[in-house]
Structure formats: structure tokens, C-alpha cells
């Protein structure tokens, strides 16, 4: 027992010299954060056992230096005078703040070896980070605006980005809000879409519906809204058409095919007996009885209804403001009509399930030219998604 406890406690040891030098590499790396971190939650377990003394002297080390770090870099910003430099100002200072919030919980941390509490400076940086929030908002303000003047559709997705982070460090400041909004509608492509019948067949309007229905797409883009009727207030820079060359419509036509149908069944019993015509007993001397078969026939006659349509159409991208054509990907598809009935003649016992299945079908009306082609609009649509979803504008 006491072999197996020494044994236990040899491992404790070893795991916790790991620990220590792991944390020792990161700080001689320069990651000083990441030793803190690591170093807070080991103590957050048990700061005060003897095994925590390391990780206290880690901290108080890793945490000291980190600040050193921070504050060397601000200055060396500051003196750099450049605007673009707010940015880097501001998040040092949340990074001071945020870093002292996850130590305060475990304060104080007394060290053995040391004989003392671990030493920690706790500034209030308060009215820096205020000073340096403003520089640092007054800056994204600035270059969102620069942006939004290019009046350039990918210039106004930058100042969107930008209004973002500005909105998120402060909701309220200015019109940042109405500029968020502006940035998003300008830098948003507004596709004009319509269809064109080259086909001189007849497309049922509710075929042209549900093909410009385009909340039924899942076409999730933040940057980009299909429409199908104009909207005045909008500046349409591109238009797809679906643009339908050829819809052909095939024949009504009835086709047939006679299938023999043979079985062997079963057809009452006899008495078994041997080659001289003698009955043959079991062992307790009663005749045996065995099971008569006979082939049946029947034919079968299936008929086929068929009809269908084919569809050949492109979908072509195109440049209002230039009036040209960028691209155009050719679309086809074919749906079918098809029912399959029967009947037939003969011993109905040497029919298969599945003619029985057919003899219960009937025949029934041929769909019209333009119910078939709503048929094949799902599928026309299912294509139109795919062509979207994998062409840009951009």
C-alpha cells in the first residue's frame, strides 16, 4: 500500500514538473498570455498546495513581463503619430484591462518559496482606454467614409466591414447606424432577373412564377438580391435571363407487349408408388402421399402510355451599365410521362406479383402540353439553383 501511495505521489510530482516547464517554454517564447492563461486555471484548482508554488512564481513573472510588453508597444504607437495606429492603441488597452479581470478572482496568490504574496501591479486604465476608444472610433469613422466616397460597389463592402466594428465597439456614435445601412445597400448587386420564350411554344404563367420565385431558392447571399419586377429606387447593374431556345413536345403514343406467363403449381395429391405400380408404405406400414403438379399458362398484354418533353434554354449573365453580355451557361432537361397497365388471358395462378400489380392499373388521361411542362420545372429550377449558386458576378 505504502509502495502503491509513493508511487501515486512520484507521479503527481512528474506530471507537475511538466506543467511547470511547459509554462517555463512558453514565456521564454515571448507568449506571455498564454502562460497566464495557463497558469490561472492550474491555480484556479488549488492555489495553495506546494505543487502550485511554481505556477505562482510563473505568473507573477509571465505577468509582469506581458505588461512591460503592452505598455513598450503603446508608447512606440503613440510616437508613431499614425492614425492607423488607433486601432492597435485601443485593443492593447482592452488587452491590459481584460488581462488584470482574469487574475483579480485568485488574488492574492501567496508563494512559499517566496515568503511572500505575489507581487501583481493593478493599474486603472480607464480614462486611457476612453481617450484611446475615441481616437481609435474617430479613425474607423473617418476611413468608412473614405471608402463610401470611392462610390465603387466593392469599396462600399470595405466600409460595411469597417461600420461593423465601429457599430460593435459603440452602437450609438454619430450616424454610424444609417451609414451601416448605406454601405450594405450600396455594396449590394442587385440582379435583375426575367425570362425569355424563344421557343414559340406557349410557358404557363405559373411556370414563370415559380421560376422567379427566388425565396424558394435558398440563395443565402448577403451581398446579393435577385428580383424579378424593378424596384425605381434601385440601380440595377445585372441581369440574368433565362432565355427558353426550344420546347418539344413528343407524341401521345401507345405501345404494346405480350408476355407467356408459365407456372407449376400444385394440383391435389396421389398415392406414391414404385415403378411396377405398387403402393409404397412408411415404416408404419400407411401409404404414402405425395403432391401432384401441373403447368399453367397465361399471356400477358402490357401497355405503355408515354409522353414527354424536352427543354433547351442558357442562362445568360449580363452587364446593365455596359449593355453586354458577361457569360451563359446552357441549360437542358427532359421529364417523361409514363403509365404502365395491363391485362390478360389464360390461368390467371401463373401470373407474378408484379403483373397482378399491373392488371390493377388502368389507363388514364395523357397530361396536356402545358401540365407536362410544369412537370419539368422542377427540374428546370433544381438547374437554374446550381447555375446561380455556382456563378458570380465578381
Not at 512559499?112 to 479613425?139: C, H, M, P
Not at 425565396?215 to 446579393?224: Q, R, S
Not at 426550344?246 to 407449376?264: A, D, Q, W
Request: proline share 2%.
Amino acid at each position: 500500500m505504502k509502495k502503491l501511495i509513493t508511487l501515486i505521489l512520484l507521479g503527481l510530482i512528474i506530471v507537475s514538473c511538466n506543467s511547470v516547464k511547459r509554462n517555463q517554454k512558453f514565456i521564454a517564447r515571448g507568449e506571455y498570455d498564454r502562460a497566464i492563461e495557463f497558469a490561472i486555471k492550474k491555480l484556479e484548482k488549488d492555489k495553495t498546495s506546494s505543487k502550485s508554488d511554481a505556477h505562482i512564481i510563473l505568473l507573477e513573472d509571465a505577468f509582469k513581463k506581458a505588461v512591460q510588453e503592452d505598455i513598450r508597444r503603446i508608447n512606440f504607437f503613440k510616437k508613431e503619430n499614425n492614425p492607423d495606429a488607433s486601432r492597435n492603441i485601443y485593443y492593447l488597452y482592452r488587452g491590459l484591462i481584460e488581462r488584470q479581470y482574469h487574475l483579480r478572482p485568485i488574488l492574492p496568490l501567496y508563494s512559499i518559496s517566496l515568503g511572500r504574496n505575489a507581487k501583481f501591479k493593478l493599474v486603472d486604465y480607464s480614462d486611457k482606454i476612453i481617450e484611446a476608444k475615441q481616437k481609435f472610433l474617430t479613425y474607423l469613422y473617418d476611413i468608412g467614409k473614405r471608402y463610401m466616397n470611392f462610390d465603387k460597389t466593392l469599396e462600399y463592402r470595405k466600409a460595411y466591414t469597417i461600420y461593423c466594428e465601429l457599430t460593435d465597439i459603440q452602437s450609438n456614435y454619430k450616424d454610424s447606424k444609417e451609414l451601416l445601412n448605406d454601405a450594405h445597400f450600396y455594396g449590394t448587386d442587385f440582379i435583375f432577373v426575367t425570362i425569355k420564350n424563344q421557343s414559340f411554344q406557349i410557358i404557363p404563367y405559373s411556370l414563370e412564377r415559380e421560376l422567379l420565385n427566388f425565396n424558394t431558392y435558398g440563395l443565402d447571399d448577403f451581398w446579393t438580391e435577385y428580383h424579378s419586377k424593378k424596384e425605381h429606387d434601385i440601380n440595377y447593374n445585372f441581369g440574368i435571363i433565362l432565355n427558353f431556345r426550344s420546347i418539344e413536345f413528343s407524341p401521345e403514343r401507345i405501345s404494346e407487349r405480350e408476355y407467356i406467363r408459365k407456372k407449376s403449381i400444385k394440383d391435389g395429391w396421389e398415392y406414391k408408388r414404385d415403378r411396377y405400380g405398387n403402393l409404397i408404405l412408411d415404416e408404419d406400414g400407411k401409404r404414402i402421399k405425395i403432391d401432384k403438379f401441373k403447368i399453367v399458362t397465361a399471356v400477358l398484354l402490357e401497355t405503355i402510355q408515354t409522353k414527354s418533353v424536352f427543354i433547351a434554354a442558357i442562362v445568360q449573365y449580363l452587364d446593365l451599365q455596359k449593355e453586354r453580355e458577361i457569360n451563359y451557361h446552357p441549360l437542358e432537361s427532359e421529364f417523361f410521362f409514363e403509365n404502365i397497365y395491363a391485362s390478360y388471358r389464360g390461368d390467371e395462378r401463373a401470373l407474378t406479383t408484379e403483373d397482378k400489380e399491373l392488371i390493377n392499373n388502368h389507363f388514364i388521361s395523357y397530361p396536356n402540353n402545358a401540365q407536362i411542362l410544369l412537370d419539368a420545372g422542377e427540374d428546370v429550377k433544381l438547374q437554374l439553383k446550381e447555375i446561380l449558386k455556382g456563378n458570380s458576378f465578381r
